[in-house]
């Protein structure tokens, strides 16, 4: 490899390899660019080895726990059921390694060339890719930023020790007897649950009035009764102000409505949001590409910078900070640099929390439906009348369409209860396409599945409901 000025020339340097950064550069590499990707860390992001991926292994194990302990029910008894945390742990490694080691597989099987390292622009069109070993210098036609974010650092709760970020909270040695939470969002809540889920005490701090704030209460008020049969002690309007360090545990001072309360717990959780890798040695203040005041930036509606040339996804630009919206704006803007007129739309951009019950919601609530002025109209199912719900014991949830009542068209759903992350996808695809309550409700759904209720619900929307009475 060439070291020192010489420059080396690539079509598309994509700066992140997460799940923004390796699907625009095989979305590019398929048409006909010449990609080098880099990451400092290990290929697949946050998101693969210390996010999405390990964060849904710990909380499958813990509902596997949670359901070996509470299968009297249903006729079958567990005795002595235990958890060898160590191998749960190893477990959830085992399968960030498969997941990372497919990227590596794909980025290779792309011939997209990578670099273990960082990057540093030195001028619009070069930057000087390097590592402890290597310092090349490559010139490049196009670039997308994808460096992703990283927690939030509270200053009266500055990470280390036992004052821990959700990296170090998946990837504790043991399971600890307890722990403050520190933001009732969904990273806070799933982990927290988690948690509670294998015995750890565990006690939330939630600024808003209730848990899941970016989800309605109808929603929300089912994790929270849950949260409370683990015995999670939740303390909404509360405010975090200080807190007392020993070598064994952190006592947390807080206010709730102006009275001051105190918690001691072996670790603190602090998840009050993530901030944009768009700081640091990256350089991008020598190119002066315009960003907002919070270190995001700005982008068109095909990822573009203030420099035509330069193209930002995921984390680092205005937007939910989910995966998948990092990998639909990776497609976008690679595509756009290869000419075509492909931009961004998100109305149909699905979100998910794995609590239990999940929560999942696409398009728009009723809330946001009669806040526009629409005139809605609402189905509602519950899980409780679905047969295949009843069967598999999960007879917890509902779920909820929000319509045009003027021209039946699906604005949006909503659904709490267990799968809620796969069932959306079938009301995204219902948004995206801009169907209406009837193509649902004609559609036909196989008997007995969860699925049923999609159609139920429309169903119910249109005033002819079949397995519930009408109104």
Not at 124 to 136: G, K, S
Not at 185 to 192: D, T
Not at 270 to 291: A, F, Q, S
Not at 348 to 360: C, G, L
Request: aromatic share 6%; hydrophobic share 40%.
């Amino acid at each position: 490899m060439v070291v020192g000025d010489a420059s080396l020339d690539i079509d598309l340097l994509v700066i992140g390899a997460g799940p923004g950064g390796y699907v625009a550069a095989i979305r590019a590499a398929q048409l006909g660019q010449s990609v080098l990707i880099v990451d400092k860390s290990d290929w697949g992001g946050v998101c693969l080895n210390r996010g999405c991926i390990p964060s849904k292994a710990l909380i499958s194990a813990a509902h596997t726990y949670e359901h070996a302990q509470h299968a009297d029910s249903i006729g079958i008894s567990v005795e002595n059921v235990k958890v060898d945390f160590a191998k749960v742990q190893a477990w959830k490694n085992s399968i960030v390694a498969k997941q990372t080691g497919g990227v590596s597989a794909l980025l290779k099987g792309n011939k997209i060339q990578t670099f273990q390292g960082e990057v540093m622009f030195i001028n619009e069109h070069e930057a000087r890719v390097f590592n402890d070993a290597e310092a090349p210098r490559y010139r490049f036609k196009h670039c997308i930023i994808a460096t992703g974010s990283r927690p939030i650092e509270l200053k009266a709760f500055p990470y280390g020790g036992r004052i821990i970020s959700s990296t170090e909270a998946l990837n504790l040695p043991e399971i600890p007897k307890s722990m403050v939470v520190i933001g009732g969002g969904y990273i806070g809540i799933e982990l927290g649950q988690t948690y509670a889920k294998f015995g750890t005490k565990v006690t939330v701090l939630e600024g808003s009035d209730h848990v899941l704030p970016g989800f309605e209460k109808e929603l929300t008020k089912l994790v929270a009764r849950n949260l409370e049969k683990v015995g999670v002690e939740v303390h909404t309007e509360a405010l975090a102000q200080s807190c007392t360090k020993t070598d064994n545990d952190v006592t947390v001072t807080f206010t709730v409505k102006g009275e001051e309360k105190q918690v001691t717990a072996d670790y603190v959780l602090v998840t009050v949001g993530r901030r944009p890798n768009t700081d640091g040695e990256l350089g991008l203040d020598l190119i002066n590409l315009k960003m907002t005041d919070r270190g995001l930036i700005e982008v068109d509606n095909q990822g573009r910078t203030s420099i035509p040339h330069i193209f930002a996804i995921g984390d680092v630009v205005p937007g939910l900070s989910l995966a998948h919206k990092a990998s639909y704006e990776a497609k976008v803007a690679a595509e756009a640099i290869a000419g075509h007129s492909s931009i961004v739309d998100y109305k149909a951009m699905p979100a998910v929390v794995f609590s239990d019950p999940e929560i999942a919601g696409v398009g728009l609530s009723e809330t946001e439906a009669k806040a526009q002025g629409i005139n809605v109209t609402i189905g509602k199912f519950p899980y409780a009348a679905n047969g295949r719900a009843n069967s598999l014991n999960a007879g917890q949830g509902f779920v909820k369409l929000v319509g045009d009542k003027e021209t039946g068209q699906l604005l949006g759903g909503q659904i709490v209860g267990p799968e809620a992350s796969n069932l959306i996808g079938e009301l995204a695809l219902a948004v995206e396409m801009g169907a209406n309550l009837e193509d649902i409700a004609l559609t036909i759904h196989a008997h007995p599945t969860l699925t049923e209720m999609i159609m139920d619900a429309a169903e119910g929307a249109l005033g002819h409901p079949i397995h519930q009475l009408g109104k």
